[in-house]
């Protein structure tokens, strides 16, 4: 399985950002669900968001109202529109996915349910 990520960079604070996550998998058979992650400098990594392929989509309380995951599933691809940037929002942006079936019901931002990552991408957001 392999995630690539693209479209990360500088904004300002209260810009917008749009990052997308191409998998190897099919999205189009339901097995597998695609999450965000943030790591911020000197923290560990925390799910923001995640959708299913039926395009359930979960949200971190932190990033709910702001950003919007979406999927193209024809294009095996995972967006993630990143409004109203804040400079904590700062950091990088990892996808990743595994098999639905395989998660506890509110567990899909959990990282340890997610064995497949990209490579990670920075977005950086300046005051």
């Known amino acids: 399985v392999n995630l690539v990520e693209s479209g990360g960079g500088l904004v300002q604070a209260g810009g917008t950002l749009k990052l997308s996550c191409i998998t190897s998998e099919e999205l189009t058979d339901g097995i597998w669900a695609v999450a965000w992650f943030h790591q911020a400098p000197g923290k560990g990594r925390e799910g923001i968001s995640a959708?299913?392929?039926?395009?359930?989509?979960w949200y971190a309380d932190s990033v709910k109202g702001r950003f919007t995951i979406s999927s193209d599933n024809a294009k095996n691809t995972v967006y993630l529109e990143m409004r109203s940037l804040k400079p904590e929002d700062t950091g990088v942006y990892y996808c990743?996915?595994?098999?639905?079936?395989?998660?506890?019901?509110?567990?899909?931002?959990?990282?340890?349910?997610?064995?497949?990552w990209g490579q990670g991408i920075q977005v950086t957001v300046s005051s």
């Open positions: 990743a996915t595994d098999q639905i079936g395989d998660m506890l019901g509110g567990t899909e931002l959990q990282e340890s349910n997610y064995d497949f």
């Open positions: 959708i299913s392929g039926d395009s359930t989509a």
